[in-house]
């Protein structure tokens, strides 16, 4: 990513711990699924077992009814990803750059799950950035009313790599919020809504951002 968009993200940082009340920690949301947990580069050889190998180079998650995949389909891939490969699972947010977080704000891990299906992704929480790591764990429901879940759930910043999240930006929720927007799938640049929105690298480089921005504001 440019010069250009990390200046505005970190802008943009800077001026969210400038409406932080005297006293009060940021509040910060990271989404699991492809943001702090690499699970695309799982989805797709299961896809692949399940429906043929023309889905074994899966390029994003958000493909899949364009792939004729149908949204039980999908999610139950999905599923299996969790409960049967967790541990293959990859963390994409160091242990280092959470625990960073932790210090100077108020993270917390945030994902939809289906009632009882969020023991592996507490357990895979756990596993990574420790036992009192926060879980927001948001009911299953249409991928297009995932961004106002997040919000309501009252972050100042959300780290998240949905182009549906960015979408979301635009909703009176979002006024005082902002979003980190992972450029993990191109396409998401084109629904950035610039008043909230900024593009970061990975997580890895918002949590950086994060720090960055906290000294500058001590």
Not at 47 to 70: M, P, T, V, W, Y
Request: charged share 25%; net charge positive; with cysteine.
């Amino acid at each position: 990513m440019g010069v250009v968009e990390e200046e505005r993200a970190f802008s943009l940082i800077c001026g969210q711990f400038g409406k932080v009340a005297k006293g009060r920690r940021l509040k910060i949301g990271i989404d699991v699924d492809d943001t702090a947990a690499d699970v695309t580069g799982l989805l797709g050889p299961m896809l692949a077992k399940r429906h043929g190998a023309a889905f074994s180079s899966l390029r994003n998650r958000f493909d899949l009814s364009g792939l004729g995949i149908s949204r039980v389909d999908g999610q139950g891939a999905y599923a299996s990803v969790w409960n049967e490969k967790r541990n293959e699972i990859k963390p994409l947010l160091s242990r280092r750059a959470f625990m960073m977080l932790k210090e100077i704000a108020v993270p917390s891990f945030v994902a939809a799950r289906p009632k009882g299906a969020e023991g592996a992704l507490r357990e895979w929480v756990e596993h990574h950035y420790g036992g009192d790591a926060r879980v927001d764990v948001l009911p299953p429901g249409p991928t297009s009313a995932h961004g106002a879940k997040k919000l309501g759930k009252g972050y100042d910043i959300l780290i998240d790599d949905a182009p549906h999240v960015a979408a979301s930006m635009k909703l009176p929720i979002a006024r005082d919020r902002a979003l980190l927007l992972v450029d993990k799938w191109k396409e998401a640049k084109a629904n950035v809504n610039k008043a909230n929105t900024a593009i970061v690298a990975n997580a890895e480089h918002a949590a950086d951002l994060i720090f960055e921005a906290h000294e500058l504001a001590e």
